[in-house]
């Protein structure tokens, strides 16, 4: 039974290029939720979405950043002409419908901004 | 909206004691409160959590108690082992909203 999936694990960009960040929910998860974490800090919420539908954003930058969940595939979280201030590790969680306070993580993808 | 803080920071402990790990939350309709254990290079893990209706949840070696009236939470891990070493971090969530705000988490490291 695969838990969450995120790819890639690892990401370089120059600075002005687009980073794209990738998590596949556990089987039967319906709910995706978004993580930053910046170095020595704690996790800061970014956004939390459905299948189609961004549920809570409040977290994510108003720009440059987009996150998505299509009816099929992956989530996807974009980040559009990246900063060295977005170098981060990035965490996706899901969680069951009806349980949406359960969250599993995934392994993280860290972006680094050359 | 929430605010969870985290005490203390750094736990150093020898092999064989107890830890304790203490949060504070803001937002009384929060009634979920989970624990993670991170450790380097990894996502968090869900080692437990207690909701707003309980007191009190143990497994093993792992116990939190929750206050609701004072508005705090601690998790308890009693005799220590070196692979407990690990970042641990709570969290406060209130399940109609379903996100969760985190401490900043407690770098625990257990002395062989």
């Known amino acids: 039974n695969a838990g969450v999936m995120q790819n890639p694990r690892h990401l370089v960009r120059r600075r002005g290029q687009e980073a794209r960040l990738r998590c596949s929910p556990m089987k039967g998860h319906s709910h995706v939720y978004w993580y930053r974490q910046l170095p020595e800090e704690g996790l800061k919420f970014m956004v939390y979405?459905?299948?189609?539908?961004?549920?809570?954003e409040s977290g994510m930058p108003k720009e440059r950043f987009s996150a998505e969940f299509p009816k099929e595939g992956p989530s996807i979280l974009r980040i559009q002409q990246v900063v060295r201030g977005d170098s981060a590790a990035y965490f996706c969680a899901s969680s069951a419908s009806g349980m949406k306070e359960t969250q599993y993580f995934g392994p993280g993808t860290r972006l680094l901004v050359l | 909206g929430e605010n969870v803080e985290q005490h203390p920071s750094t736990l150093s402990v020898q092999e064989g004691d107890s830890a304790v790990i203490k949060c504070t939350y803001s937002?009384?309709?929060?009634?979920?409160f989970p624990w993670y254990k991170q450790e380097l290079g990894k996502g968090p893990q869900l080692i437990i959590d207690i909701r707003s209706n309980v007191g009190e949840k143990k497994d093993q070696r792992i116990a939190v108690t929750l206050n609701k009236t004072a508005k705090h939470f601690s998790l308890h891990i009693t005799e220590t082992q070196p692979e407990d070493s690990a970042v641990y971090f709570c969290?406060?969530?209130?399940?109609?909203?379903?996100?969760?705000?985190f401490g900043d988490g407690t770098t625990l490291t257990v002395k062989p």
């Open positions: 937002d009384s309709a929060s009634n979920y």
């Open positions: 979405l459905q299948k189609e539908n961004i549920i809570d």
């Open positions: 969290a406060a969530s209130n399940t109609n909203a379903g996100k969760s705000t």
